[in-house]
Each structure stands twice: as C-alpha cells, then as structure tokens.
C-alpha cells in the first residue's frame, strides 16, 4: 500500500505539529498512549462480515488468517504445532488496515466525548495501526473514555497491555499536572517525555528536545559517512545525493 509508513503518517498526518499547540483552550491537556494486545480472529472476521465486504475478498482473507498453525525449532527440531487465533501478519500490507478496521468498533463509542478542539473538530484519540493516543481536557474525562475502551476492547476479544501504556499531559505551566488516571485497578505509568511515531513530544509542548535530538542524530549520520564525502574519486553530485538521502532524511523527518 502507498504511503502506509510510520514517516508517510508523520509527514501527512494534519494534527502532528498542532497537537503540541492544542492547549490555547485551556492550560494543558492530559493524553494517554494505549498498547493493545493482540485481536482475536473470529471477532475480527465477525466485524468484517457486519460490514458487507465482498465474499470474494473475505474468503481470501479467512484463508490467510484461520486454522494457521506454528511450530517452534529448537536444535534442528520442530515442536508440535500450535494453533495461531490471535494477531495480524508481520509485514503484511493489510494488516495497518485491519487493525484500523477492529480498533475502529472500539473507539467510535468515544464518539461525543470531549476532546480538544483542533480546527473546530472535536480530537479524542489519535491512531494510527495499534499505537493509539487518548486525549482530553480532563483527567476525569480521560478516564472515563479510558474506562470505555477498556470495556470495549474485552467484549470484542481484545485486552490491554497495562505494562506499555503510558499517560502524559501537555501543560504551560512549569511544572505539568499529575495524570492518576487507572485501568482494571491499576494506575497507569505517568512519563515524560514519550516518543510517538519517531516524534518525542514532551510536558512544555515544545519542540526544543526534539531538534537537539535530530541534530545529534544527524551529526552522528554524518560522521559515518564520512570517508564518502571526502573522496576525491566521487562525484559532488552522487555527494549531493547521498547527502540528502542519508542525513536530511534524519535532520527533517516528519517536517
């Protein structure tokens, strides 16, 4: 699929750059990054045919995906086959997509819950595949979408992974707000800063940590590539070239 890439999204996407900025409203806003475990394939397949998707197309993929089976080797010796009932392929093209389908029944009962306003639109949660953001204006209003995906996710087979989500708020005040936000009983980890798509967004809503960061990065870029850009035997337009493709790649990335 065409510009289905983590930086496709990053230099595409419309709310990355004023989501650090979303705060004129009010003084800060709270987020919460979900990490979801595995979907199950018969819920899955059950969305897909509540949406009148072709039977031809359906058919293709319940056979990539039903009655898989795996094996592990150890010492040149194969395990007894396992059944596969939960996931998406690993590098399959539609697999962004189908995750985007499942999460997609989940997260519409977010639907007129406060978020923040971006350009007259109401953002609660930001996604893209399985690396999902809530956001609000509130703590109280983050928990209780918290509370909604959560129970939402365990009807359709689906639990969170308690251990990788994170909560953030985004604050001009020195010192953000606390976010005690829980899940199931347990409070989720409150970070500073966190990194979303390659982007490392941090409590002030600047940008200042993630330009020292490309810089170094790029720094550290070039001075691999050096012995390339000191030979005298390569052309200066091949050093052009390189130079744009391997360092202002790093240096621009999402811009």
């Known amino acids: 699929m065409a510009r289905s890439g983590t930086r496709d999204l990053q230099i595409s996407s419309p709310t990355r750059e004023p989501l650090c900025h979303a705060a004129p409203i009010k003084d800060f806003f709270y987020g919460v990054r979900l990490s979801p475990r595995y979907l199950d394939h018969e819920e899955l397949f059950q969305i897909l045919d509540s949406l009148d998707i072709d039977g031809k197309d359906l058919r293709i993929l319940k056979t990539?995906?039903?009655?898989?089976?795996?094996?592990?080797?150890?010492?040149?010796?194969?395990?007894?086959e396992t059944p596969i009932t939960r996931g998406v392929r690993q590098g399959c093209i539609l697999s962004p997509d189908l995750f985007n389908l499942y999460s997609e029944m989940i997260?519409?009962?977010l639907y007129n819950i406060q978020g923040i306003g971006l350009g007259g639109q109401n953002i609660n949660n930001i996604r893209y595949a399985d690396d999902t953001v809530l956001i609000a204006q509130s703590e109280q209003s983050l928990q209780k979408m918290l509370y909604?995906?959560?129970?939402?996710?365990?009807?359709?087979?689906?639990?969170l992974n308690i251990a990788k989500t994170e909560s953030m708020t985004i604050s001009k005040k020195s010192q953000a707000p606390s976010c005690k936000i829980r899940s199931n009983g347990t409070q989720v980890k409150q970070v500073n800063p966190v990194k979303y798509?390659?982007?490392?967004?941090?409590?002030?809503?600047?940008?200042?940590?993630e330009i020292r960061k490309r810089i170094i990065t790029s720094k550290i870029t070039f001075k691999k590539l050096s012995p390339l850009m000191t030979n005298r035997n390569i052309h200066m337009d091949t050093k052009i070239r390189i130079l744009k493709a391997y360092v202002w790649s790093v240096l621009i990335y999402g811009c």
Do not use: F, N, P
Request: glycine share 12%; net charge negative; aromatic share 8%.
């Open 64 to 80: 990539l995906y039903w009655k898989q089976t795996a094996t592990v080797r150890v010492g040149g010796e194969h395990s007894e």
């Open 107 to 109: 997260l519409r009962e």
């Open 148 to 159: 909604i995906v959560v129970k939402e996710s365990e009807i359709k087979g689906l639990s």
């Open 197 to 209: 798509l390659g982007y490392m967004l941090t409590s002030d809503g600047k940008y200042e940590t």
